[in-house]
């Protein structure tokens, strides 16, 4: 959250110096907060080979996660795929603090190359955010999956400045609780990017009807920086 309203200020064109100075303090203490892992994203990380998008529809439950900087604001979050006649989009689904029923689209962005087809990246756009903040492009790797019982899927962002970076991981899973021997499968391949899997969250999926329901998208919380710094 204050990553992004602090950065909104400090990109801003027409505010006072004064504020951009102390905006850009604010906002320095996000990028400490947010990267926390040292060294660049982890690279030639195998991914799910011969990944087919088609069999990816259908709702997932985020049964674990990991953020490498230690947030966790909602439970209950679920992903599933939405076609419109602009694209293929995503939904990530989520209660937030407990209170709040919301949820973020971001379109999928397709890679060409048949070999690549596991390489997504999500792309969302803040119709209202100053012009070089109007679209995020987000990695969202699929590292593993067997369609029918779990998913791993993995994002990374990197801070050339502080020369640190973010991991999230979603296991994902067909049904509200995911069985011992699919989460084996799906926290094989963490060690490909240095995740121990001791470190994963387990989500709760029961008490999901919160007090209030919004309808309409809001920003996402797995990705939270929104700009590359
Ligand atoms: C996204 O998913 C949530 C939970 O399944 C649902 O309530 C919401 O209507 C969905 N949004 C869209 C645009 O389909
Ligand atoms: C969901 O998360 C919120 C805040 O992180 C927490 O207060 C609440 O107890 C959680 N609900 C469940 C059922 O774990």
Known sequence: MCTIRCCLYYCSPDHA???????FLICFNCVFAYFTLSGKCPDKVTLQEDFRLADFYGKWYQSYHYSSDGQQQNNCSTLELLTRPSGIYLNQSRVDRGLFHRF??????INPRVENAARLDLIFAFKNAPRRLKTRRYPFHILATNYNYYATVYTCEYSPLIDKHFIYVW???RNPILNDVSKELAIKPLNQIGVDSSKLVKDDQSKCVPKYYEDVPTEPMTFRFPVPI
């Open 17 to 23: 110096a004064m504020l951009k100075i102390i905006s």
């Open 104 to 109: 973020s689209i971001g379109k999928l962005d």
């Open 171 to 173: 296991i994902l899973s």
